[in-house]
């Protein structure tokens, strides 16, 4: 295959998704719009990834609760169209019929208009719902190198982690031979057996390959229409499938400690150890890496202010082990192991440690929280605590002692009932939720919830 130019490639990212299991985030927006790291969105590591890759044109895919997305993408991922560059959200277009997308692969095959416009010769599939950094550059060179028609992103996971995961199974030469998802038993990686190989939902094909192979799998009524348990167990006959090893992956200047690190933040545990591992002293993933920015929209925002040093009477402004945004205000409180998102002000004798505090929360005076996740706009009343009394926080919140929540939240005058049934088989998220959205409120790692953009 001869060499593929930056402008033979078009990048179609995969944004639709509900994001059941990372309610109640998910409430008023999709998954990749969930704010992450103080002044992010989920989907803007898999953007700043292609950006910094040298690829930019891009086409997002959405569907589920998409106006924040949109909003955020439309304000902050503007890029020249004058070199044919774009980053542009597809909304669901209904070509085929008058069907949602009823998969990952539907979504590809209902926009096969824009490949029939782009006309390009490499077609990139990327989730939108990972925390990672990736050099896609080196991926594309492992692809055209093995001469392959499709190559899956993966990443070495121990054994006794795999049955979380789409294991992949394949021969010395890294060719794809098997495909299971979620075995009790996978099979390991060649010469290695303590670990196996989890795909990472991330796909370059060979636009000829990928446009016979959705053909293929639209005309027939018994597949779900998904990429990893159809459209890659059917492309393994032809012998082109491979998987790319991405812990191998060296961004610029990334730490050793760094390489191989991905997230899928899925549920709200992941979610908040994935943002702890933001405020260690040498964080896992490293955001202050100038050489492979995270780029993402901000608003106009005053740098952040710490006032009162009044040892005499503790009220003292100060944050430690901490991420502080634009705009925050700690005026005579202290923030510990957090993240603090733009505009949030946390008020006199209040505590913050090891939470998560999105945009524009207001923390009450002599409020405690901890082991929290707050989402936007939630104001904290005085003298509340969170996280510190069980039993208390049992009287005000439902908490089942499986650790699923099972609570209904106060929205637009209504109740609307959780949907339990579907997280029955989730990871346990110990914590709860508010009835609405300005009571305060979470035991472990949890959140208040609510929040539009």
Avoid at 78 to 89: D, G, L, P, T
Avoid at 390 to 409: C, L, M, N, W, Y
Wanted: glycine share 8%.
């Amino acid at each position: 295959m001869s060499d593929v130019f930056h402008t033979d490639v078009l990048t179609m990212i995969l944004a639709g998704g509900e994001g059941r299991r990372l309610y109640p985030l998910t409430a008023d927006r999709a998954k990749p719009a969930v704010p992450f790291g103080g002044r992010y969105r989920i989907i803007d590591f898999v953007l700043s990834n292609f950006v910094n890759s040298g690829f930019f044109r891009i086409k997002i895919l959405t569907q589920y609760k998409s106006d924040s997305l949109n909003k955020h993408v439309s304000r902050g991922w503007r890029v020249s169209h004058k070199f044919n560059h774009y980053i542009e959200v597809v909304p669901p277009q209904m070509r085929t019929g008058k069907n949602w997308f009823m998969g990952s692969a539907d979504a590809i095959y209902q926009n096969m208009n824009i490949i029939d416009d782009e006309r390009p010769r490499i077609v990139c599939v990327f989730g939108a719902d990972h925390i990672y950094k990736m050099d896609v550059r080196q991926m594309l060179r492992y692809h055209q190198k093995k001469n392959a028609e499709c190559t899956v992103a993966a990443i070495p996971v121990p054994v006794e982690q795999a049955s979380s995961f789409g294991i992949i199974e394949i021969d010395d030469d890294w060719r794809v031979v098997g495909w299971r998802e979620k075995p009790d038993a996978p099979k390991t990686i060649p010469g290695r057996p303590d670990m196996a190989l989890a795909s990472m939902g991330n796909y370059i094909f060979n636009v000829g390959a990928l446009v016979e192979v959705l053909e293929r799998d639209a005309a027939n009524s018994d597949s779900k229409h998904d990429f990893g348990g159809d459209i890659i167990p059917a492309m393994q006959a032809t012998g082109a499938l491979y998987a790319y090893d991405f812990s191998r992956n060296d961004v610029p200047g990334i730490t050793e400690r760094e390489l191989g690190y991905w997230r899928d933040v899925g549920d709200i545990d992941a979610y908040y150890a994935c943002s702890m591992d933001l405020v260690s002293v040498t964080p896992t993933i490293d955001l202050h890496n100038v050489d492979w920015p995270i780029h993402s929209y901000h608003t106009p925002a005053p740098p952040a202010k710490f006032v009162f040093a009044d040892e005499e009477r503790k009220r003292i402004g100060l944050a430690v082990d901490s991420l502080v945004s634009e705009g925050v205000i700690i005026s005579g409180g202290q923030v510990r192991r957090s993240i603090l998102s733009p505009h949030v002000r946390v008020n006199s004798y209040s505590l913050i440690e090891d939470s998560v505090l999105m945009e524009g929360v207001d923390v009450g005076r002599h409020a405690r929280v901890r082991n929290a996740v707050i989402d936007k706009h939630v104001k904290i009343s005085p003298r509340a605590e969170i996280g510190y009394d069980t039993a208390e926080d049992a009287k005000r919140f439902h908490i089942s002692q499986g650790g699923v929540i099972a609570d209904p939240q106060r929205r637009r005058g209504g109740i609307t009932p959780f949907p339990f049934n579907r997280l029955r088989e989730t990871t346990p998220v110990r914590g709860l939720i508010p009835w609405d959205r300005h009571a305060a409120g979470v035991t472990r790692p949890v959140r208040a919830l609510h929040g539009c953009m």
